[in-house]
């Protein structure tokens, strides 16, 4: 069964950082391609960064851009979300998220493409 499971989440002061890694389990990940979203109350669940199994591909909401980078070790299965110059804005509930195995560029922001969710962690930015 597959299980994801994201942790790092937490308070933090605006222009602060925090690193989000999403452990998974229940099959090897390397081929798959791998995103982070996020939901804020009242809004729509939207694409924060993904990546594809070639460490050469990833794909970053204009919202993140110089801000936020996505990485990923397959030997541990394991997915980074690196957020750096955090705003009051970037509050939400970040999941992260495995699709398939074909990278899509831009187009794999789309959250139909993905078929297994963690449960979130929250992220809280006081300015």
């Known amino acids: 069964q597959v299980q994801l499971v994201e942790s790092g989440g937490g308070l933090v002061q605006a222009g602060g950082s925090l690193r989000l890694p999403c452990a998974a389990s229940?099959?090897?990940?390397?081929?798959?391609?791998m995103g982070w979203f996020r939901q804020a109350p009242g809004k729509e669940r939207e694409v924060v960064a993904a990546?594809?199994?070639?460490?050469?591909?990833?794909y970053i909401a204009d919202s993140a851009k110089g801000r936020f980078t996505i990485s990923r070790d397959n030997a541990k299965n394991t997915v980074y979300l690196q957020m750096n110059s955090l705003k009051p804005e970037d509050t939400a509930v970040y999941y992260c998220?495995?699709?398939?195995?074909?990278?899509?560029?831009?187009?794999?922001?789309?959250?139909?493409?993905?078929?297994?969710w963690g449960q979130g962690t929250q992220v809280t930015v006081s300015s």
């Open positions: 990546i594809s199994w070639s460490i050469g591909n990833t």
């Open positions: 229940g099959r090897t990940f390397s081929s798959y391609v």
């Open positions: 998220a495995v699709g398939g195995r074909t990278w899509y560029g831009s187009r794999s922001s789309r959250t139909d493409l993905y078929d297994y």
